[in-house]
């Protein structure tokens, strides 16, 4: 198995059924699955997920021809498709530093699309641990919550998921997927599937307040996206949600809960809340780009600096 789903067949499959052209490499000992990311002028770059991928266990006996063939098949790739770039974003500090040690020219770069540092707790204690490890102010919202007769609910209904989410991306100011990337999360992550997903909603008096995606992917189970009503803040319904997704979680087979991402910096408050909650930070290594058309990779960075400022 993998050790991520954004690296799994089944994601890029998905990642297909969202319109985008993808493409695998595996030669046995490293592996990679490489998705087409469009830009503006009819530009583009190839991306890595949680990735590339080396089995650890062959490094031993040297993986510097295969390291060469896989760079060869990158760059083949991004020439074919015009990218001006090939940004990757491992899993494991062993991975650049290989690339690094074998001539390949990656710049390390500050534009993340997944979040280089995330939250895990460990479900495999007993709950009274679990809550002992909490910052105090979320031990207590959990029991105020708990209190004013919230109720954690499953369910289908995307749409209420939306207008939740809408309300909390103009709330925070962040930029949301279109609706139907959400439903086709959902239901294509169903069934036998590796990788499933699955709607929760906190639900008060029949009113929705607060709502999660949860992945659940081997032994661990990912805060993919959530949303809440702030109008009803004062009920701590996200408290809530989190610790009775928690205790569901730990009368099953997972043993980790991945709060998917902080950075005090960007998400201040976001990063406070899932802080609270006492789990391991887990920082990754970073984003690293392959420029392969470097006067569009320099003319790609200042229109993102300018953007961004």
């Known amino acids: ?142 029991g105020l919550a708990g209190r004013k007769g919230l109720r954690l609910t499953g369910g289908d209904d995307i749409g209420e998921f939306w207008k939740l989410l809408k309300k909390t991306a103009k709330k925070d100011k962040f930029f949301t997927h279109e609706r139907g990337y959400y439903e086709k999360l959902l239901n294509f992550f169903s069934g036998d599937k590796e990788l499933k997903t699955k709607l929760y909603f906190v639900e008060h008096e029949n009113k929705k307040l607060a709502a999660a995606i949860i992945g659940l992917f081997g032994d661990t189970a990912y805060y993919l996206h959530g949303a809440m009503d702030r109008d009803y803040r004062p009920l701590m319904a996200p408290y809530f949600m989190h610790w009775e997704i928690m205790k569901k979680l730990q009368a099953t087979s997972y043993k980790l809960y991945d709060l998917w991402g902080v950075d005090s910096r960007k998400w201040p408050g976001v990063t406070r809340f899932k802080l609270g909650f006492g789990g391991d930070v887990v920082e990754r290594p970073g984003s690293f780009d392959l420029p392969l058309a470097k006067l569009w990779y320099l003319v790609y960075k200042i229109a993102r600096k300018f953007l961004c400022s």
């Open 1 to 142: 198995m993998s050790n991520s789903f954004l690296q799994t067949s089944e994601w890029l499959d998905f990642q297909k059924s969202l319109g985008r052209q993808v493409w695998n490499f595996d030669n046995g000992k490293i592996r990679a699955n490489i998705i087409r990311h469009d830009l503006p002028l009819g530009k583009n770059y190839l991306y890595i997920p949680h990735g590339p991928e080396f089995l650890i266990g062959d490094i031993q006996a040297g993986l510097g021809n295969e390291i060469k063939n896989f760079t060869q098949y990158l760059k083949q790739l991004g020439k074919e498709q015009k990218s001006i770039f090939i940004k990757m974003e491992p899993l494991a500090d062993i991975v650049p530093e290989l690339l690094y040690s074998s001539g390949i020219k990656l710049k390390r770069t500050a534009k993340h699309i997944q979040p280089q540092k995330t939250v895990i707790l460990h479900l495999d204690l007993p709950e009274e641990e679990l809550l002992s490890r909490m910052h105090h102010k979320t031990r207590y919202n959990i």
